[in-house]
């Protein structure tokens, strides 16, 4: 079992910048890549980003590329989301996930999941 404990969310206004951080517990951090996801009210989770085991291979969707930096730190067991100029469409709950293979932006593949941080952007 991975244990995922996200923080970091909360009320920015459109422009600004937030750092989102997950924090794992359990099992190797290093054995599995990480990813965030969000999901808007009414809307399917969607893929954001994600980071292979090594930290070499960064993913993004194409709505967050150039704004948001993906970064993992296997030392401290954790992943963190810089993200900038932030706009109103970015609003959502944001969820870590974790799995063993690496460039997987299914969120139905993902296996382990943090209880989500709301990220609120105001216009």
């Known amino acids: 079992q991975v244990q995922l404990v996200e923080s970091g969310g909360g009320l920015v206004q459109a422009g600004g910048s937030l750092r989102l951080s997950c924090a794992a517990s359990?099992?190797?951090?290093?054995?599995?890549?990480m990813a965030w996801f969000r999901q808007a009210p009414g809307k399917e989770r969607e893929f954001v980003a994600a980071i292979s085991r090594s930290g070499s291979r960064l993913f993004y969707a194409d709505s967050v590329k150039g704004r948001f930096s993906i970064s993992r730190d296997n030392a401290k067991n954790m992943v963190n989301l810089q993200m900038n100029s932030l706009k109103p469409e970015d609003t959502a709950v944001y969820y870590c996930?974790?799995?063993?293979?690496?460039?997987?932006?299914?969120?139905?593949?993902?296996?382990?999941w943090g209880q989500g941080t709301q990220v609120t952007v105001s216009s």
């Open positions: 359990g099992r190797t951090f290093s054995n599995y890549a």
């Open positions: 996930a974790a799995d063993g293979r690496d460039g997987v932006t299914s969120f139905r593949a993902y296996d382990y």
